[in-house]
């Protein structure tokens, strides 16, 4: 369906963002609490060095920051369509903030390499 050689298929598929096959994160799934953010050192497929500089990935705190607030005004607003009181509403806002908090820390660093690291045609198949 999202074709092969985008960012957004590397960021949804949890790939690489040069080759897009090798995996990213080690554990593909986000919600086991033990390592969801472990990644490989390297790309299993074309070894590219996936912590760019040290400390690489304090950058993607930013990329999250937009992504929480963005999430945040969205359920705000079908709250209000939906009638709900402001408690009900600021409920609503922290438990499903909370809840896929795991995926948008993840989806955060995914992000963030995409935007350092550009797909390259010669990994193609
Ligand atoms: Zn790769």
Do not use: W
């Not at 086991?32 to 400390?55: Q, T, V």
């Amino acid at each position: 369906m999202i074709k092969k050689g985008t960012k957004l298929y590397s960021i949804i598929k949890n790939k690489c963002p040069q080759c897009n096959q090798g995996d990213f994160f080690i554990n593909s799934n986000p919600y086991k609490i033990n390592g969801n953010l472990k990644i490989h050192d390297n790309c299993p497929k074309c070894e590219l060095k996936y912590m760019i500089e040290p400390s690489f990935f304090y950058g993607a705190m930013y990329v999250s920051y937009g992504l929480t607030v963005a999430m945040a005004v969205a359920i705000f607003i079908i709250c209000q369509l939906l009638s709900l009181d402001l408690v009900s509403t600021v409920i609503s806002i922290i438990v499903v903030l909370i809840l896929s908090l795991p995926n948008l820390v993840r989806i955060s660093r995914l992000i963030y390499i995409n935007m350092f690291v550009s797909y390259e045609k010669k990994f193609e198949n």
